[in-house]
């Protein structure tokens, strides 16, 4: 049985960088203890620009809650934005045996998918993520799982995540001069889609969409698997831009004024009604028409390329497709009703299948740092049950392979 532990996420937004904590049992029994955010001033496209004040802000997000949450962890589950990353797929096919057939073993599929990575991946480059698609059996067998299947070659085809090796090592720097060890690193909005989506969900297919601050996420799950993800340069903050610009305020009221009067339904396009702006110690009355027709340009702009990233997928006309939306970007009034019009799909906010006994906060805001302590309770499984794991269960599966190798 496996002991009750705590996993703690730090998602480093383009934004803020938040916190959760999530009490696991087992695969099934896991409660969100706390969740806390911070603005950070020390991270800037998807860069460190001033490790000092990354470091004392990912320092004050954790040490908060752990002291709001009672707890002493040394460990946390990283997690970065898609300003990070890039996106490749990858695939080779490597030969088995000379003569005949043999048994296809894990150790096989580990050759296979070690050769595909190297041949993907850039000197500058590290992998988050490798994700293999489909095996091939002698160049003929389709396959998720070619284990014990014979053959004399093996293919596979990856969908890979990587960031740059040195932004990685300076973020890391940051945390371990905050007071905290690093096990695993995850694209953030990859994470979102393991308390997001549900297992039917995510084995009948869902499009997760992940609207943060600088950028949007589109992500394609089916048959239990990421299949696809692609990044779009608009998000949340484009529209606060719009804004600023059109009305001639600053960013911080332009944001303020996004979150509390913005919409994007057609029928605040014809809204009369006018709000009082503070601006230089005086106040100037501003139409709620016109605050949406400032994003309107960039709406639609996301929704294109919204439904051009679905089209290119293949489910753009695959009705029974349903969106799921996360980030603090999808909570703009109006916008998911417009992503639902647009791609013709059901569309929702993103939920988080996990217990809490308090208010778990914002679902959209919070999906990602769960879902980061979430994969780093996953990963530990993986441990558990890779070649470093439990002694006993390895030898006698090593002996097993070694026979199917030989004879
Ligand atoms: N209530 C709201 N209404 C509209 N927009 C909102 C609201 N709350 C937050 N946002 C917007 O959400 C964005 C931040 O979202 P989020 O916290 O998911 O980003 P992030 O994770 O820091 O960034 P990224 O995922 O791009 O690295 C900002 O642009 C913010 O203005
Ligand atoms: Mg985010």
């Known amino acids: 049985m496996i002991r009750e532990k705590h996993y703690c996420g730090l ?33 800037r496209d998807g860069a460190v ?76 480059e590290e992998i988050l993520h490798d994700l293999p698609q489909q095996y091939l059996v002698d160049e003929v067998n389709k396959a998720l799982n070619p284990g014990g299947l014979y053959g004399r070659k093996l293919g596979v085809q990856s969908l890979m995540i990587f960031a740059n090796t040195n932004r990685i090592r300076n973020i890391v720097r940051a945390v371990h001069q905050a007071g905290y060890e690093v096990p695993n690193i995850f694209f953030a909005s990859y994470a979102a889609g393991e308390v997001a989506l549900d297992d039917a969900e995510r084995a009948q297919g869902r499009v997760l969409i992940d609207i943060g601050a600088r950028a949007t996420s589109v ?16 998000g949340g903050d484009t529209f606060t831009r719009g804004i600023a610009e059109q009305l001639n305020l ?10 509390s009067y913005a919409a994007t339904l057609e029928a605040y396009h014809s809204n009369d009604e006018e709000i009082l702006v503070k601006r230089d110690s005086a106040y100037k009355p501003v139409k709620g028409k016109d605050i949406c027709a400032a994003i309107e340009p960039q709406i639609q702009e996301l929704l294109e390329n919204i439904q051009n990233v679905l089209r290119e997928f293949g489910v753009l006309d695959d009705l029974e497709m349903g969106i799921v939306m996360t980030g603090g ?33 914002n679902a959209a805001l919070f999906a990602g740092v769960v879902g980061l302590a979430k ?16 002694w006993r269960a390895n030898l006698a599966n090593r002996f097993r392979e070694l026979y199917h190798e030989y004879f």
């Open 329 to 361: 970007g999808s909570l703009l009034t109006g916008l998911i009703e417009r992503v639902s019009q647009a791609t013709r799909h059901p569309a929702r906010l993103t939920r988080m299948n996990v217990t809490s006994a308090r208010s778990p906060g």
């Open 11 to 43: 998602d480093l937004g383009a934004q803020k960088i938040k916190a959760g904590i999530l009490k696991v049992k087992d695969a099934t029994q896991m409660e969100l203890i706390g969740i806390y955010e911070q603005k950070t001033a020390g991270f």
């Open 219 to 234: 992500l394609l799950f089916q048959n239990n698997i990421l299949r696809r993800l692609k990044k779009i340069e608009i």
């Open 49 to 124: 620009s001033d490790l000092g004040e990354l470091s004392d802000c990912i320092h004050a997000t954790v040490h908060t809650l752990l002291q709001k949450t009672n707890l002493k962890l040394k460990e946390v589950q990283l997690g970065v934005g898609s300003e990070l990353i890039e996106i490749r797929e990858g695939g080779t096919t490597i030969p088995l045996v000379d003569r005949t057939n043999k048994i296809i073993t894990q150790r096989d599929m580990k050759k296979v998918n070690d050769q595909a990575r190297l041949l993907s991946l850039k000197m500058d």
């Open 250 to 259: 600053p960013l911080d009221l332009a944001e303020e004024i996004k979150r």
């Open 375 to 390: 994969s780093g309770f996953k990963q530990s499984l993986r441990y558990a049950l890779s070649p470093d794991g439990h």
